[in-house]
């Protein structure tokens, strides 16, 4: 049974950080490509950060620089590092993994965690 849990999502105040983590069960996490995806009422499930198997990063238009993608095989465990969070930062981020490479369409990922809250206050 494949199971991926977010964990570190809350509320903040603009201009700190929060660091989610995805903690992947079931499958062979090494040779997975992991994205996090957002969404926010009435809008569609945005791209937001993506790695493959071997480490390498994408990441959604104008994020690059401010969140940082990570991973660590030997606990399969997913990480997002957003800094310098902002009101339209606020959403549920959901990660997922893809046994393919790496791509941006939500449609394309195989397995999806439950989702986790972010919440920027102004």
């Known amino acids: 049974q494949v199971q991926l849990v977010e964990s570190g999502g809350g509320l903040v105040q603009i201009g700190e950080s929060l660091r989610l983590s995805c903690a992947v069960s079931?499958?062979?996490?090494?040779?997975?490509?992991m994205g996090w995806f957002r969404q926010s009422p009435g809008k569609e499930r945005d791209f937001v950060a993506g790695?493959?198997?071997?480490?390498?990063?994408f990441y959604g238009d104008g994020l690059k620089g401010r969140f940082i993608i990570s991973r660590d095989n030997a606990k399969n465990t997913l990480y997002l590092q957003m800094n310098s969070l902002k009101p339209d930062d606020t959403a549920v981020y959901y990660c997922a993994a893809r046994d393919g490479v790496w791509t941006t369409d939500a449609s394309q990922y195989d397995y999806w965690g439950q989702g986790i809250q972010v919440t920027v206050s102004s």
């Open positions: 790695i493959s198997w071997s480490g390498n990063t």
């Open positions: 079931g499958l062979a996490f090494s040779k997975y490509t």
